[in-house]
């Protein structure tokens, strides 16, 4: 059984907030993420205290770096104790990186309707894009090395994968569900749940 873990989208972002497509662009967060990251600090000590014994790990990116210092600082600590791994980036969007899903079927009518029909395994235009498939298929390892109780700071598409492989979510539900940056998801006894 998998230990267990928490895990905490990064704070909101403009791009977020315009619904504009990050996947691997490397982006800020934003006032609003700032105070979301500060609360999910606060609760966290609530939960786990300072996290003895926990692994802090999060992506490489600025927008989860932020978000993990900001949480541990609002657990009371230093906020460099952690590691990055890069198999926790989002999910890469291709040639979509940087637009809007409107934006998108203005230069390439339908496009958005094409991911619609099969969403789980739709890979946008361009040579690195990834369908939600092949960012689990990346996550697996990560998630099959898990061996501590651990605090994880990710991505939207990483924390609907881990769904689809922790819960058994049918794909399409896996992939489209709401992914909120200003709440914990708690993996316990093998379940995962929002808090």
């Given at each position: 059984?998998?230990?267990?873990?928490?895990?905490?989208?990064?704070?909101?972002?403009?791009?977020?907030?315009?619904?504009r497509?990050?996947?691997?662009?490397?982006?800020?967060?934003?006032?609003?993420?700032?105070?979301?990251?500060?609360?999910?600090?606060?609760?966290?000590?609530?939960?786990?205290g300072?996290?003895?014994?926990?692994?802090?790990?999060?992506?490489?990116?600025?927008?989860?770096?932020?978000?993990?210092?900001?949480?541990?600082?609002?657990?009371?600590?230093?906020?460099?104790?952690?590691?990055?791994?890069?198999?926790?980036?989002?999910?890469?969007?291709?040639?979509?990186?940087?637009?809007?899903?409107?934006?998108?079927?203005?230069?390439?009518?339908?496009?958005?309707?094409?991911?619609?029909?099969?969403?789980?395994?739709?890979?946008?235009?361009?040579?690195?894009?990834?369908?939600?498939?092949?960012?689990?298929?990346?996550?697996?390892?990560?998630?099959?090395?898990?061996?501590?109780?651990?605090?994880?700071?990710?991505?939207?598409?990483?924390?609907?994968?881990?769904?689809?492989?922790?819960?058994?979510?049918?794909?399409?539900?896996?992939?489209?569900?709401?992914?909120?940056?200003?709440?914990?998801?708690?993996?316990?006894?093998g379940?995962?749940?929002?808090?």
């Amino acid at each position: 059984m998998l230990p267990n873990a928490y895990f905490v989208r990064h704070g909101l972002t403009d791009w977020n907030a315009e619904g504009r497509i990050q996947g691997q662009v490397d982006t800020d967060i934003n006032e609003t993420g700032r105070r979301q990251a500060d609360g999910n600090g606060v609760r966290l000590a609530e939960l786990i205290g300072k996290g003895e014994g926990f692994d802090f790990v999060a992506s490489p990116k600025r927008r989860t770096r932020e978000t993990m210092e900001r949480v541990r600082v609002g657990m009371g600590l230093p906020r460099d104790g952690y590691r990055t791994d890069d198999r926790l980036v989002e999910m890469h969007y291709g040639d979509w990186e940087r637009y809007t899903l409107a934006e998108i079927d203005q230069r390439i009518p339908g496009s958005s309707a094409a991911r619609d029909r099969d969403k789980w395994n739709y890979r946008p235009p361009g040579e690195k894009a990834e369908s939600y498939q092949l960012l689990a298929e990346r996550i697996s390892p990560w998630l099959a090395e898990l061996e501590q109780p651990t605090l994880c700071v990710t991505h939207g598409g990483i924390i609907r994968v881990l769904f689809r492989l922790i819960e058994g979510w049918p794909p399409e539900a896996a992939c489209k569900d709401p992914v909120p940056q200003d709440r914990i998801l708690e993996l316990r006894e093998g379940r995962l749940r929002w808090l």
